[in-house]
């Protein structure tokens, strides 16, 4: 059963999105308290510095925890449907994996819609993952990860490197993926009442935005329609209170269909990307050490 904690966040975030930050308002308004509001409420995580830097024209940052293994690294890609989040937004939840992983994370500003459509996420995250390889880092030693849109870019990311030519990565850790812009799944209608983060609106218009002309059921833009065969290994964490439930689970049920190793982690009352608020949620600090231990087990 959700702890009493989780449940009230629930009911609180249910508020603050209704009131605050739903998609009516403008995306400036959106990107605005995203990035520059609630980073201050989310305290930074002890123990790790924030180094900035540019990755052929993309910001990014390096969130380097005291104890990290400086020759293993996570490339994590934000949410926000593709047309928010930023390296401000996300930075504390990045941090906390970082931490939990014992290693560095590489955090990017990918291109966002609809100033830039499909595929500019994708190829910011591609460049992002050959600059690590360009330092050094070795592809056994990296973990591609991101939550919900980043999720599915990190995916996508990885076919694009795959069908290209690059050795892939140690595996790839999503959170609450988002890998159907069609906005398809059962669970979209299931569970809205139950989700307090997302509605089927709010996701169909950001998808339109990010897509422009192109095809929904491109394999780079929703990568339940890809072939997946030679991705690496892939933990998924998603929540039965989420309209995105089944796109992890469809997407788990390609993955094994091509041969991928899957790990389907599925929490009772969970909402979409609730990893977000560790520590102040125990199901959250619980996911994000489940995350770390996942890392850890690939680096071996």
């Not at 403008?26 to 509001?37: A, C, D, E, Q, T």
């Not at 050959?130 to 050094?136: A, E, F, P």
Request: proline share 7%.
């Amino acid at each position: 059963m959700p702890s009493v904690t989780s449940r009230v966040f629930k009911v609180v975030i249910r508020v603050v999105v209704n009131v605050f930050i739903n998609d009516y308002y403008p995306k400036r308004y959106l990107r605005f308290v995203y990035s520059s509001v609630l980073p201050l409420l989310s305290p930074e995580v002890p123990g790790v510095r924030c180094e900035a830097l540019n990755i052929s024209g993309i910001p990014a940052a390096w969130l380097i925890p005291d104890n990290a293994d400086e020759g293993q690294a996570i490339l994590f890609l934000h949410g926000g449907s593709y047309v928010i989040g930023s390296i401000k937004s996300h930075r504390d939840l990045a941090s906390q994996l970082a931490a939990a992983a014992r290693c560095r994370a590489l955090i990017v500003d990918y291109r966002l819609a609809p100033e830039n459509r499909f595929p500019a996420a994708v190829e910011d995250a591609a460049t992002s993952y050959k600059w690590l390889l360009s330092q050094g880092y070795e592809p056994e030693k990296i973990m591609v990860a991101g939550d919900s849109a980043g999720g599915g870019l990190a995916v996508a990311a990885l076919i694009s490197l795959r069908d290209s030519g690059h050795p892939m990565p140690a595996g790839a850790m999503l959170l609450s993926p988002w890998t159907d812009l069609e906005v398809t799944g059962g669970s979209v209608k299931s569970r809205a009442w139950r989700d307090p983060m997302l509605s089927a609106g709010a996701l169909r218009k950001d998808a339109a935005r990010y897509l422009g002309d192109a095809d929904a059921r491109d394999p780079l833009a929703s990568p339940i329609y890809a072939d997946l065969k030679g991705l690496p290994p892939l933990y998924i964490q998603a929540g039965t209170s989420e309209i995105l439930l089944d796109d992890a689970t469809r997407l788990a049920e390609r993955a094994e269909a091509d041969g991928v190793e899957v790990d389907l982690d599925i929490w009772p009352g969970m909402f979409h990307v609730w990893q977000f608020f560790s520590p102040f949620i125990p199901e959250s600090k619980k996911a994000i050490q489940e995350l770390g231990e996942f890392f850890q087990a690939q680096m071996i």
